[in-house]
């Protein structure tokens, strides 16, 4: 195989992602395997991952089984390992503990599976990149020959990683800079909520979110910051956007940050932007529409007509003439969309709505 030609591709696939599966089958063949993957990791969990075609389907299969990953021994061995170079996992457990091992005899072993090659980098960002490549168990360990061949590709490998990560981190820079450009307070937020990139628009409502150590954010209201943080830990299954109430401060309007998934490209291993957070500001002066509280606050067009009334400063008894509707009937609306703002009482419904400054008891 010409070896020229495979680097060359391996740093052409940090940028066009689509590319690592063939990769990946050609490094995989050099040494001997079955099939490549390429993976993001902490010790007990894989990330997002890519693979060559003929291993798609017993990754899909190992990532979507918790209790394999939770005892996986190859991986917390191999990043505990900490070595610069491929390396065989015969090297990192006898085999008498690898066919006793659970990820073996529940996984590897019955699927024909047992023996690879792998090497770990440590990304700029705190991740960690993996190359895995499987081998069948029938066909013995990979020798120390062809270790030595893959150590030739292990640089171009490490250094495609990092560029690709660099280059994400570069796109999410672009996307808050165009939305700043739009007058949009914004920031891409990884998956445990660091914050990866953030405009100056965020940034200087510096009273309303307050940006904390290791590159964390986080709401200076009590209430909202409960929300976002819930918002953050749903990050992984969300498929909708959330929406969190901002509470006004003196000189700080009241705002409404939405968080919205990123699901991203399924090839690109390396894309750690998982939420785009856009902060919209309720400063106007008159009492919104339903259709905008209702997109603001994901409010079905039933309570957010209520929630319009609330804000114009209807009584409960008021809003329910108004809308032809029962007591019982607004109260129970009223329940959902106090849900849904972060709030537990009317007053502090009608303030947020209306933008104006929460001010706590007189002294």
């Not at 990946?24 to 395997?33: E, F, K, N, P, R």
């Not at 997002?48 to 291993?55: A, C, F, L, M, Y």
Request: some cysteine; overall charge negative.
């Amino acid at each position: 195989m010409n070896h020229e030609g495979l680097i060359d591709r391996i740093y052409e696939a940090a940028v066009v992602p689509e590319l690592w599966p063939g990769v990946l089958q050609d490094v995989s063949t050099l040494a001997g395997c079955f099939g490549g993957i390429l993976f993001t990791a902490t010790p007990d969990k894989i990330g997002r991952w890519t693979s060559s075609s003929n291993v798609h389907e017993l990754m899909t299969d190992f990532t979507g089984d918790p209790e394999i990953q939770a005892n996986n021994i190859r991986l917390q061995r191999g990043i505990a390992a900490n070595r610069h170079g491929f390396f065989g996992n015969d090297e990192l457990y006898g085999r008498e503990e690898m066919e006793g091992s659970f990820v073996y005899r529940k996984f590897f072993l019955p699927r024909g599976f047992g023996y690879c090659a792998g090497t770990v980098f440590p990304m700029p960002n705190g991740d960690m990149a993996a190359f895995d490549l499987e081998r069948r168990y029938a066909d013995g360990p990979v020798s120390q020959q062809e270790i030595a061949v893959l150590d030739v590709l292990r640089p171009h490998l490490g250094r495609a990683a990092v560029l690709a990560t660099r280059l994400n981190l570069e796109r999410a820079r672009v996307v808050v800079d165009a939305l700043e450009s739009a007058g949009l307070a914004a920031s891409i937020l990884g998956i445990t909520g660091r914050v990866l990139a953030a405009n100056a628009l965020l940034e200087g409502m510096s009273a309303q979110f307050v940006f904390r150590a290791h590159d964390r954010i986080a709401l200076a209201d009590a209430g909202a910051n409960a929300l976002f943080a819930e918002s953050i830990e749903q990050l992984a299954s969300a498929s909708s956007t959330r929406s969190i109430p901002v509470p006004a401060l003196p000189g700080h309007a009241a705002a409404v940050a939405h968080v919205l998934p990123l699901p991203g490209e399924a090839a690109d291993v390396f894309f750690r932007a998982h939420a785009l957070m856009v902060v919209t500001r309720l400063d106007r002066p008159a009492a919104p529409s339903a259709e905008l509280l209702g997109g603001l606050f994901d409010l079905t067009p039933a309570e957010a007509r209520v929630a319009r009334s609330i804000s114009e400063g209807k009584t409960t008894e008021e809003a329910a003439t108004a809308l032809n509707l029962s007591r019982e009937t607004v109260r129970w609306y009223l329940k959902a969309i106090f849900s849904k703002t972060g709030v537990s009482r009317q007053a502090e419904l009608g303030v947020l709505l209306s933008g104006a400054v929460l001010r706590g008891p007189e002294g």
